[in-house]
């Protein structure tokens, strides 16, 4: 893994000198976690923060009856649970590893006395945070207020973006997981999917989801329009 050219496209870094991204690298540990392997706990001390280098983790709360909601699912260059490296606190909530993964893990000390030297850093983590809590709350919103078939819409619109609008999507994760995510149940998910398929809105065909018909899609994710009528 060559450290210094991975942390200087995270939008964390960016910007950096090279000097401190060199010392970012020295302080950066490699962590190797198989799939299913816990990386921290809700609760856990917050001992620092990771980047995801390869495969994907899952942030996490667990319900008092046990019912698991997923909060975010993080893949390569991702970063999270910066939070307790400014609090000094605990983790909020769970990370597990989805499928075998290499993480760069920060030590909260070491960290912050990097950021002592340059202040330029906290604030791109604080850009980044930003951007990570405008994400949370749109999903608490959709959660809150928009059906599943807006909210699986309002997702692949998503993906879509992150593909600088492509309409080919890899849907690499388990279909439980994206159920979770949407909160719906995995019965749920697989009716609504073959709706779509059926109107024409998207195509499956297996892990690989086609968008036909944007707008539809759009109008579905906005609440403008109704799946099921």
């Known amino acids: 893994m060559d450290k210094i050219q991975f942390l200087s496209r995270l939008p964390l870094f960016r910007g ?10 020295e302080i950066a540990g490699v962590k190797t976690y198989r799939r299913g392997e816990t990386i921290f706990l809700d609760g856990g001390e917050g001992h620092g923060f990771y980047v995801v280098f390869t495969g994907k983790v899952k942030i996490y709360k667990l319900s008092p009856e046990g019912r698991e909601l997923v909060l975010h699912i993080m893949g390569p260059e991702d970063s999270f649970a ?34 002592r030297r340059d202040p330029s850093l906290a604030m791109n983590m604080l850009a980044a945070l930003s951007a990570r809590l405008r994400e949370f709350a749109q999903r608490m919103e959709d959660l ?82 109704t799946l099921f009528n």
């Open 82 to 115: 910066e939070v307790p490296v400014f609090e000094g606190r605990h983790y909020p909530a769970n990370a597990e590893a989805v499928e075998d993964t290499r993480v760069l893990f920060f030590p909260r000390e070491a960290l912050l006395q990097t950021i």
């Open 144 to 225: 809150s207020l928009k059906d599943v078939p807006s909210r699986l819409s309002a997702y692949f619109l998503h993906l879509s973006e992150q593909e600088q609008g492509s309409d080919e999507l890899d849907l690499d994760i388990k279909k439980g997981l994206l159920a979770s995510l949407i909160g719906a149940k995995q019965e749920s998910l697989s009716r609504i999917l073959a709706k779509m398929s059926e109107r024409r809105i998207i195509e499956v065909k297996g892990k690989k989801i086609r968008i036909l018909d944007r707008q539809k899609l759009k109008k579905i994710a906005a609440g403008d329009r």
């Open 16 to 25: 950096l000198p090279d000097e401190e991204l060199r010392t970012l690298a």
